[in-house]
């Protein structure tokens, strides 16, 4: 026997076509997304089908499009010890506001070991800071491509494209680097502060949190 559905007062009927809608169609969106995360075999477009799997969240589309980016080509190491020194002074001049010795000193890491993804994404965050948005997008692709799940990469990825003029893929960008988080707590404190904090991108943060 089927039971009764009560609906409250004042409900909008649209909004159950809305769900049936969601709930039949969902399926075969995200199985076309998870297919050609699984054919996706250039960095932009699977960085793509992974943002548009951050909402509705899809774990395995994602997941999909992370091994696929890991199969790329990778940079050769280089001289680590040295980049490791660079990169040291680079966010001590980081941290002393002083961006442009910050970039210098960065940017020779990342010429010393190319495959270092803490100083290719230091690198880019300094970078969007600066403005000097096409280098920033470099250095940041490269440190997705050594490490596609570094949250460390996607935070800034999110400030250059918000920086860009891109907002949903900003968001995006966010929500992945609270999925491939550590720890996802701090991560969203951290997100909460900005929301309060960050003057330009205080509603992009603001519409994260109303996801997670």
């Keep these: 026997m089927f039971s ?13 076509t809305v769900a049936l809608i969601v709930t039949f169609a969902c399926p075969s ?25 951050t909402d509705p969240r899809s774990p395995e589309t994602i997941g999909v499009a992370v091994a696929r980016i890991g ?4 940079p050769q190491k280089g001289n680590r ?25 960065l940017g020779r890491g ?3 070991d190319p495959a270092d993804v803490e100083i290719q994404s230091n690198l880019g965050l300094v970078l969007v800071r600066e403005r000097r948005l096409p280098e920033a997008k470099i250095a940041l692709t490269n440190a997705i491509t050594l490490n596609p799940r570094r949250t460390g990469a996607w935070i800034p ?16 960008a966010l929500l992945l680097a609270w999925e491939f988080s550590e720890n996802r707590e701090k991560t969203v404190a951290y997100f ?11 509603e992009v943060y603001s519409s994260v949190l109303a996801v997670l």
């Design 4 to 16: 009764r559905i009560s609906f409250p007062r004042g409900t909008v009927f649209r909004d159950l």
């Design 29 to 53: 969106m995200a199985n076309d997304l998870l297919n050609r995360a699984a054919r996706c075999d250039d960095f932009n477009r699977c960085v793509d089908i992974m943002l548009a799997a």
């Design 71 to 74: 199969e790329m080509p990778k």
């Design 81 to 105: 010890k040295v980049a490791r020194e660079l990169n040291s002074k680079g966010l001590e001049a980081f941290r002393k506001g002083d961006l442009s010795s910050a970039s210098s000193l």
């Design 110 to 112: 990342a010429l010393e």
């Design 157 to 172: 990825m999110a400030q250059l494209s918000f920086e860009s003029g891109e907002t949903e893929k900003s968001k995006g």
């Design 192 to 202: 909460e502060k900005q929301a309060v904090d960050d003057g330009k991108m205080r």
